[in-house]
């Protein structure tokens, strides 16, 4: 990741930018970060990677996805009884991903899923 913009965002801000930015940008705690450019091993790995997934899951009802599907993974959890606090999810563009179910979108978002099945990659 690079440096953060210096500005605090609320998530909701940052997916409204998000749709109209001409660069993936990842979240985390109110701060947005621009993304890397990826290199030509990378993403041969990673067209490795999503083929592969893509085969392993197939008849099983679940889909392999790529960086173009963008995820949020919610902060820490709490304790009982407290919420989480404002601006501590965190929302990228992993490399592949899994979904197991229907889609949900995160927050009415269209290109961001909160539900994937498997790690980040």
């Known amino acids: ?8 965002y609320r998530v ?7 749709q109209r930015s001409p660069v993936k940008r ?6 947005v970060y621009a993304m890397s450019e990826g290199s030509l091993n990378h993403s041969l790995i990673v067209v490795n990677l999503t083929s592969e997934l893509r085969t392993l899951l197939r008849g099983s009802g679940c889909r392999a996805f790529n960086s173009d599907l963008k995820v949020a993974v919610p902060g820490k959890p709490r304790t009982k009884g407290h919420k ?10 992993p490399d592949a991903g899994i979904i197991c179910s229907q889609a949900e979108y995160y927050k009415g978002d269209n290109y961001t899923i909160a539900n994937p099945v ?3 990659i």
């Not at 909701?12 to 998000?18: I, M, S, V």
């Not at 606090?85 to 563009?93: D, I, N, R």
């Open 84 to 93: 989480r606090l404002a601006g501590e999810e965190f929302l990228t563009y």
């Open 1 to 8: 990741m690079l440096q953060p913009d210096q500005q605090f």
């Open 26 to 31: 990842e979240y985390y705690r109110g701060q």
């Open 118 to 120: 498997s790690r980040l």
């Open 12 to 18: 909701e801000e940052y997916l409204w930018e998000e």
